[in-house]
């Protein structure tokens, strides 16, 4: 290459980086003229050049390795290094953001929710891993004994479980942008832990086996459902330890005793008890609003009846302190109270916590208000201060 054309090269590739890869105060980050020179050694290997209008068939060289010092390479990797990292911000250049949920809803509701964020929010990825209150509280124990809990949100039935991790200091207190809208249930919210559905629990039973549809609770200890009505087990499923809790607060535990003296049994999960009740090894079962219903769309013969005094169970959604992913984390809080995340909870089958959205009417469950007014009451810090010792006397009397 003409020297003179070599200058030029080594000015014009000089200032072309100098232009952009240019950090202010930082003159190391600067391309040497030795650095040029490596650039303009590998230019000679190219088939043409073009410099001030000078655009003719290069002379063929083969490309030989040019000797560096250890100062020049460690300029070029620190060229590598900045031009990386200016790509990474380019736009569209972002990696995704994976959000991890812990739930102990069911997957079809789930599997809906998911779709819609993702629709909306396609710069998250959510990661839903579905389990029982129980199960998902004893995975959060051993992560946090390991020194970092995985999930971003944790969102499931069993309300204590939150009043104790809000006392440990394990929530980042966020309301909702639309929390105006929302119906709360729950006594002193300060954005701790957000209702995100109602859940309702009644006597589902097998209109087959059963022609008189129950209408109180102490129905139950009726020779029709002798030997043959379920519950799930309180240490396994949120709501079967919720409605365990309130039924034993406002029947006594005699009432637990009735239940098991006429044959009742403890199963294992919520899911469970209602797939015996649908296949008759049950006549009978405590069954959550949404999983019955769902069997019934699918042509079970099963019915739901609620009693006067109503199971109303809500489902709260939480936010680690430490997670990660804070700004996906609300979004997601926003989305599932959101009208568009409440319709498809109440298509599921359970009760939304927004008075705006309509369920739909083959489901027959009452309206919102109607709910929270003849819901049995609910002292969740004594409900959580006694966990331990209300699960183990049920299981002891169903254990008889």
């Known amino acids: 290459m003409p020297e003179a054309v070599s200058v030029a090269l080594k000015l014009q590739i000089t200032d072309k980086l100098e232009s952009r890869l240019k950090v202010p105060g930082n003159a190391s980050m600067f391309p040497s003229a030795n650095t040029a020179n490596v ?19 290069a002379p063929f060289q083969p490309f030989l390795p040019v000797r560096r010092t ?77 020194g970092k809990i995985l999930a971003d949100v944790l969102w499931t039935s069993e309300v204590p479980d939150f009043y104790q991790m809000k006392a440990q200091g394990m929530l980042l207190p966020y309301v909702p942008a639309d929390s105006k809208a929302l119906l709360n249930p729950l006594p002193d919210y300060d954005g701790s ?42 240490a396994l499923s949120g709501t079967a330890y919720m409605s365990v809790a309130v039924l034993s607060k406002t029947f006594g535990w005699t009432y637990f005793e009735g239940l098991r003296a006429n044959g009742a049994k403890m199963g294992k999960g919520s ?58 984390a609300k979004k997601l809080v926003d989305f599932l109270v959101s009208k568009e995340g409440q319709t498809i909870i109440a298509n599921e089958g359970t009760l939304p916590v927004r008075a705006d959205v309509k369920i739909p009417e083959r489901y027959k469950l009452p309206p919102v208000e109607e709910a929270m007014k003849r819901a049995m009451k609910i002292d969740y810090q004594q409900i959580m201060a006694e966990k331990e010792a209300t699960i183990k006397r049920f299981t002891d009397i169903m254990q008889k």
Do not use: C
């Open 193 to 234: 832990f957000t209702a995100v559905r109602l859940g309702t629990l009644g006597i589902a039973y097998n209109t087959r086996l059963i022609k008189e549809a129950p209408r109180t609770w102490a129905d139950l200890q009726k020779p029709a459902f002798k030997g043959a009505f379920g519950i799930a087990n309180p």
């Open 39 to 57: 650039l303009v050694s590998n230019a000679t290997a190219r088939e043409t050049y073009n410099l001030s209008g000078l655009n003719r068939p």
């Open 271 to 328: 899911g469970q008890v209602v797939d015996d009740t649908a296949s008759g090894d049950l006549v009978a079962s405590l069954g959550v609003d949404y999983i019955t219903l769902d069997k019934i769309d699918k042509g079970a013969t099963l019915a739901l009846v609620y009693p006067p005094e109503m199971l109303v169970i809500p489902s709260p959604v939480a936010i680690f302190r430490h997670s990660p992913n804070i700004e996906a």
């Open 70 to 146: 250890s100062m020049q390479r460690q300029r070029l990797f620190s060229l590598f290094v900045l031009a990386a990292s200016l790509a990474a911000l380019a736009p569209g250049a972002s990696a995704q953001q994976k959000l991890y949920v812990y739930t102990s809803m069911k997957e079809s509701m789930v599997g809906d929710l998911k779709a819609a964020f993702v629709k909306k929010h396609p710069d998250i990825k959510i990661d839903f891993q579905s389990a029982g209150a129980g199960k998902l509280m004893a995975k959060i124990a051993a992560e946090r004994e390991s």
